[in-house]
């Protein structure tokens, strides 16, 4: 990509078959914020649970041609994102099996819950997948030592394996794009995300059109499958360095 300073935006469609929530999340990635194509990393539809997949999939359909489409896994239940037991990587090739079946190109990733293990990134390089699942940030309600991944700006990955992840972190959450309107954007990339269930908020969800309007007119507005396609990051960090 040329050189510059960029900004995309991400969504964890968290209930996408609750009739309310995804109608104002349709509504805003169709609207498009400050210029912004919102990626939809979606919860696939939990069997378990009696989710409706033909929904499921007309609304993924639906999301696909508004913005780029990922995969968001929750290992638990819908409502409990990270996972309990199993084999996490297991059940991501499991859903991304399931997507690529359904005629569904999907090749971004974010672990619910931020979750994420070395097993699960040799899972998602094997699969060609795009990583966003680590954060700039800390998130607050996570224990000490929980299984996740810090970066501060798209890198590889190095993992035990040889293979490289490319990982394009998520670097802002709602509050903190709502703060940045009073302090510079430092990250070469910045990368916003939110819930769709905040945009139930009305002060969370004009707090999010506020923010991607003034973050649009700060930054070139791109989206996460232009930067998985175009960018080649120049630094490496090893996964054993990744860590909390």
């Not at 239940?77 to 359904?102: C, I, K, N």
């Not at 992840?165 to 670097?171: A, F």
């Not at 969800?205 to 649009?216: I, Q, S």
Request: hydrophobic share 40%; glycine share 12%.
């Amino acid at each position: 990509m040329p050189g510059g300073r960029y900004a995309v935006v991400s969504c964890h469609v968290e209930r996408p078959l609750d009739d309310e929530v995804w109608g104002l999340f349709s509504a805003l990635q169709e609207r498009r914020p400050g210029g912004f194509r919102i990626a939809a990393l979606m919860r696939p539809p939990d069997q378990g649970a009696g989710e409706d997949e033909i929904r499921w999939l007309g609304r993924a359909r639906a999301a696909a041609e508004h913005g780029p489409l990922g995969l968001h896994t929750h290992w638990t239940a819908p409502d409990h994102a990270r996972p309990t037991g199993g084999d996490p990587a297991a059940r991501v090739r499991e859903q991304a099996g399931w997507l690529s079946a359904r005629g569904l190109e999907v090749s971004l990733f974010c672990g619910g819950g931020w979750y994420m293990d070395v097993g699960l990134a040799e899972a998602l390089a094997e699969l060609g997948y795009t990583d966003c699942t680590a954060t700039a940030f800390r998130p607050p309600y996570l224990d000490d030592g929980a299984a996740r991944l810090g970066a501060s700006g798209p890198c590889y990955l190095q993992l035990p394996s040889g293979r490289n992840l490319l990982e394009l972190p998520t670097t802002h959450s709602l509050g903190m794009l709502a703060r940045g309107l009073l302090a510079p954007y430092r990250p070469s990339v910045v990368h916003a995300y939110f819930h769709d269930t905040d945009l139930l908020d009305p002060k969370r969800r004009a707090a999010l059109a506020v923010g991607l309007v003034f973050l649009g007119a700060k930054r070139w507005q791109t989206d996460l499958a232009e930067l998985q396609r175009d960018l080649r990051p120049a630094k490496t960090m090893s996964f054993a360095n990744s860590g909390p």
